[in-house]
């Protein structure tokens, strides 16, 4: 085995300093967490996101580099080449109709940039993750990677399909110094999130704390949003100096919601 020992923290924490990481949709809610997170532990962040200005600016915040890719168009990406030593793959839509009613577009699109891609951009990363005998791969799954839920037909099944994909990097990195693992959410507190209580609150005529207990978070016995610098801690951790043995399963921050 060639594994690189992992850096230790120095005076200042940063756990990560020296590493290179890749966050995509890392210019907004879950991935910027994220993003800022990596960087308080000392890795040089690339914040790939479709939104060119926005990644700009929050490369600017954290000090690291922007990278404008539409993760959409899969075949751009199959000559890729990443010397990332950390990916995590965040990037993510939503669609919700019934399956009679799905947009069979959409449908595609969903799996393109969910499915599709993380599976390219580790393919892009292996290779200098083996080389260099050190490589972490974090997939930011969901709840809905673990259980269902009506009327997201597609959503589920890129979930579940990722779920698939992190299990067979991790066996086939096991020997390479690579591990590979998944974070699973329940509903995170974002500007999207914020904007759909208020909207949900007018559309039922509920008050907003009311719309949060009963509509949003009904599944979690705990009913507080989770935090995206509190899942940016969870990834900064497995990539860090004690997370090398944790691959080939799932962080589960869902507030009890599968402990039904």
């Known amino acids: 085995?060639?594994?690189?020992?992992?850096?230790?923290?120095?005076?200042?924490?940063?756990?990560?300093?020296?590493?290179?990481?890749?966050?995509?949709?890392?210019a907004s809610g879950i991935g910027a967490g994220i993003a800022r997170v990596l960087a308080a532990h000392g890795a040089r962040v690339t914040v790939a996101d479709l939104n060119a200005e926005a990644a700009e600016v929050m490369a600017g915040e954290i000090g690291g580099s922007a990278w404008t890719v539409d993760l959409g168009l899969?075949?751009?990406?199959?000559?890729?080449?990443?010397?990332?030593?950390?990916?995590?793959?965040?990037?993510?839509?939503?669609?919700?109709?019934?399956?009679?009613?799905?947009?069979?577009?959409?449908?595609?699109?969903?799996?393109?940039?969910?499915?599709?891609?993380?599976?390219?951009?580790?393919?892009?990363?292996?290779?200098?993750?083996?080389?260099?005998?050190?490589?972490?791969?974090?997939?930011?799954?969901?709840?809905?990677?673990?259980?269902?839920?009506?009327?997201?037909?597609?959503?589920?099944?890129?979930?579940?399909?990722?779920?698939?994909?992190?299990?067979?990097?991790?066996?086939e990195g096991a020997e390479k110094g690579v591990t590979s693992v998944c974070i699973n959410p329940g509903y995170a507190w974002t500007p999207l999130v914020e904007n759909q209580l208020v909207d949900q609150a007018k559309a039922h005529g509920m008050a907003i704390d009311e719309v949060k207990d009963k509509v949003l978070l009904a599944p979690q016995p705990i009913k507080e949003f989770v935090q995206p610098s509190d899942l940016g801690e969870m990834v900064a951790f497995v990539c860090g100096p004690h997370g090398a043995m944790i691959s080939g399963t799932n962080l589960i921050a869902d507030g009890a919601w599968t402990a039904r």
């Open 1 to 26: 085995m060639t594994e690189q020992t992992p850096s230790l923290p120095n005076e200042a924490g940063q756990t990560l300093a020296g590493r290179h990481a890749i966050v995509t949709g890392g």
């Open 74 to 171: 899969t075949t751009d990406l199959d000559g890729l080449s990443l010397d990332a030593d950390i990916l995590v793959n965040c990037a993510g839509i939503q669609h919700v109709a019934p399956i009679e009613e799905f947009d069979p577009d959409r449908f595609r699109l969903i799996h393109r940039i969910m499915v599709e891609a993380p599976f390219l951009l580790i393919r892009a990363a292996l290779p200098h993750m083996y080389a260099q005998g050190f490589g972490r791969i974090v997939n930011i799954s969901s709840v809905h990677g673990l259980v269902a839920s009506p009327f997201k037909s597609a959503y589920v099944s890129a979930k579940h399909a990722l779920e698939g994909l992190s299990k067979v990097v991790a066996l």
